[in-house]
């Protein structure tokens, strides 16, 4: 089993910065993180992904060259620094955790863990 808690989410104003942690636990072999993020008038929405050994990422065409996923494997923890923050980005940020490989990563049905959520809320 692994366990995940996010952290840093509130409020912000458009245009700021955020940085959410996502610790992990547990002694299940965890593959890739990933960050999505639900909103009442959306799907769950992939993020940006990152493998945990090595460096590989992904990132959504919506918060490409906004956001940077990275990981501090010593700590555990998956970071998403979230830059340029606009309205529609407010959601609630998960973290998801997988065992298996980097195939379909934006897909949420392929994630084996995932944390209770954060909220980012964006004001105009």
């Known amino acids: 089993q692994v366990q995940l808690v996010e952290s840093g989410g509130g409020l912000v104003q458009a245009g700021g910065s955020l940085r959410l942690s996502c610790a992990a636990s547990?002694?299940?072999?965890?593959?890739?993180?990933?960050?999505?993020?639900?909103a009442p008038w959306w799907e769950r929405d992939f993020v940006a992904a990152i493998t945990w050994g090595g460096s590989t990422t992904v990132y959504a065409d919506a918060v490409t060259g906004r956001f940077t996923i990275s990981r501090d494997n010593a700590k555990n923890t998956v970071y998403l620094q979230m830059t340029s923050l606009k309205p529609e980005d407010t959601a609630v940020y998960y973290c998801a955790a997988r065992k298996g490989s980097w195939a379909q990563v934006v897909l949420h049905t392929m994630y084996d863990y995932w944390g209770q959520g954060t909220q980012v809320p964006v004001s105009s």
């Open positions: 547990g002694r299940t072999f965890i593959y890739a993180i990933c960050w999505f993020r639900l």
